[in-house]
């Protein structure tokens, strides 16, 4: 067997469903995608995107002694229906995600694992990895390296993955041969789209972010236009509806790591109990979440939006306790959701 082939196999008994390599610069067209989001303004208050676009856009000016990118999946499939919350708006809807450990620390672990693997076969190899926090566009490079393809909702899918997987990346050195890149196989279907609460998509393979929930409840700062406060729902962190309407999912792989497993008590907790959180027992619910990289006034603010949109009264004394809140967003959303639930009554 050669280097790649055993790179290949041991990654797999790492934990990673699928591995693919591409080289640095095998997707030129990313940069000209880039800038084009970004001057439309779809980027919204990210501006670490435009500040970096030199870097995210040319993988290869990263690292310029990079030869190689390998590209890794991670499954992280749930074992329940995660639209099912929607139907419970006294609940709150976390993206599958964020329900179980942070991935960044979990896959970097995983990855750090491969690649003193590779040194070990190949001293003179270097390498860098990245998850997730460094200017690394993931996802052309992840369909370039074949392991799936950008569907018309900009997400990677795959035939043999489906949607619920994670990316990572090992720069290297080494010159392994490359895999074939993968085409689009979304066909006719529209089902992401059409599901999408905010109409977040002016296109197939296009994303405003500044309309997606995802976006407006992890990276906005502030409060949020009253329009889309109402299209949120009970969605209080990220939104799961264009990954899990995807009919590719039937070919989902289960998760092998049970710490992505969705912990009880974020499944589907009460809107009441979130709302009480302050500082002190926001950091200590989600210690080792990446819920907690939002910090507790933005997520107050997302719980005190949901309250305002699930029509239950009997929240709005929950909201009234937060009238007064130190955070202006929080006050200001605690000031919606009490009009707006007795507008509803």
Not at 17 to 43: N, Q, S, W, Y
Request: glycine share 8%; proline share 6%.
């Amino acid at each position: 067997m050669s280097l790649r082939d055993d790179l290949v196999a041991f990654a797999q008994e790492a934990g990673f469903a699928k591995v693919g390599i591409c080289r640095p610069d095998a997707v030129p067209e990313t940069a000209d995608r880039l800038a084009a989001f970004v001057d439309a303004g779809m980027h919204g208050q990210m501006a670490w995107m435009a500040e970096r676009m030199h870097w995210r856009g040319n993988a290869a000016a990263l690292w310029p002694e990079a030869k190689s990118v390998i590209m890794l999946a991670e499954p992280y499939t749930p074992d329940h229906d995660p639209l099912a919350v929607l139907d419970q708006p006294d609940r709150a809807a976390i993206s599958v995600y964020a329900q179980g450990r942070d991935y960044h620390d979990v896959l970097k672990k995983r990855l750090k694992k491969v690649g003193r693997w590779l040194i070990e076969q190949s001293p003179e190899a270097e390498i860098k990895v990245f998850v997730d926090t460094a200017p690394v566009m993931e996802k052309p490079l992840a369909q370039a390296a074949g392991l799936g393809w950008q569907g018309k909702h900009t997400n990677l899918l795959g035939r043999d993955l489906g949607s619920w997987f994670f990316l990572g990346a090992i720069f290297t050195t080494v010159a392994f041969d490359v895999d074939e890149p993968e085409a689009s196989h979304c066909g006719s279907c529209t089902a992401c789209l059409d599901i999408c609460p905010t109409k977040a998509f002016p296109a197939p393979y296009r994303l405003d972010a500044r309309r997606c929930i995802s976006y407006l409840t992890i990276e906005h700062k502030g409060p949020v236009d009253l329009d889309l406060r109402v299209m949120m729902g009970n969605r209080i962190y990220g939104c799961d509806d264009c990954l899990a309407i995807c009919p590719w999912n039937k070919f989902a792989q289960e998760g092998r790591d049970a710490k992505y497993n969705s912990r009880a008590d974020l499944l589907s907790p009460p809107l009441a109990e979130l709302a009480g959180l302050d500082d002190t027992a926001f950091r200590a619910r989600f210690s080792g979440s990446p819920i907690k990289r939002i910090g507790r006034d933005r997520f107050v603010r997302n719980v005190l939006y949901a309250i305002g949109n699930s029509g239950d009264s009997a929240l709005a004394d929950v909201a009234r306790g937060l009238l007064g809140d130190p955070d202006p967003a929080v006050a200001d959303a605690a000031i919606w959701a009490v009009d707006r639930l007795s507008t509803q009554t």
